[in-house]
Antibody
Framework: QVQLQESGPGLVKSSQTLSLTCTVS??????????WSWIRQPPGKGLEWLGY??????TYYNPSLKSRVSISVTSKNQFSLKLNSVTAADTAVYYC?????????????WGQGTLVTVSS | SSELTQDPAVSVALGQTVRITCQGD??????ASWYQQKPGQAPVLVIY???NRPSGIPDRFSGSSSGNTASLTITGAQAEDEADYYC???????????FGGGTKLTVL
């Protein structure tokens, strides 16, 4: 059974870079059947897709964040998120999730989420 | 703003049927997937593709689509179905993923 787990600092200072890692167990990021995504949820608000990476290294990002976001594969079972120049609006629970690489996206496995607070 | 539109809140009497909708132009070309999220928990996939349920999801959950509208139907809603529900699909370009704004379901 695939499991995902987010890790990283829970507090980031405004204007700095938010960095998170997702560790995948029970499966490999090298499996070409999936995209590996980051999704966030500000407190009390809805879900926002940030972007995903394919095992080949191809990336797709939310156009509204494209200039600030970067996703990369860091090992056979880890991928990471970097979001630069953060503000209070970036305070959210950040989830990593697995997306079936088919026409209609669906996220069948999610991490538990990690709250990142941006402080001034 | 999201390219997928959902009603912010819907209510249903216990045991009755409720339909939660998701509208967007991209839904003419792609199916929607549906997620249930309870407070403090990660979302859980409940419907994907034309009308597929992951293992462990009760068969009272079903999905359908017509034109630019996708629907999640709960037939015989239970108290434990009270949650936020989100749809997702691709945007109009087909290259990116979008989520609807979410619907809060209250079971009365």
């Amino acid at each position: 059974q695939v499991q995902l787990q987010e890790s990283g600092p829970g507090l980031v200072k405004s204007s700095q870079t938010l960095s998170l890692t997702c560790t995948v167990s029970g499966g490999s990021i090298s499996n070409g059947d999936y995209y590996w995504s980051w999704i966030r949820q500000p407190p009390g608000k809805g879900l926002e897709w940030l972007g995903y990476i394919y095992y080949s290294g191809s990336t797709y990002y939310n156009p509204s964040l494209k200039s600030r976001v970067s996703i990369s594969v860091t090992s056979k079972n880890q991928f990471s998120l970097k979001l630069n120049s953060v503000t209070a609006a970036d305070t959210a629970v950040y989830y990593c999730a697995r997306d079936q690489a088919v026409a209609t996206p669906y996220f069948d496995h999610w991490g538990q989420g990690t709250l990142v607070t941006v402080s001034s | 703003s999201s390219e997928l539109t959902q009603d912010p809140a819907v209510s249903v009497a216990l045991g009755q049927t409720v339909r939660i909708t998701c509208q967007g132009d991209s839904l003419r070309n792609y199916y929607a997937s549906w997620y249930q999220q309870k407070p403090g928990q990660a979302p859980v996939l409940v419907i994907y593709g034309k009308n597929n349920r992951p293992s462990g999801i009760p068969d009272r959950f079903s999905g359908s689509s017509s034109g630019n509208t996708a629907s999640l139907t709960i037939t015989g809603a239970q108290a434990e179905d009270e949650a936020d529900y989100y749809c997702n699909s691709r945007d109009s370009s087909g290259n990116h993923v979008v989520f609807g704004g979410g619907t809060k379901l209250t079971v009365l």
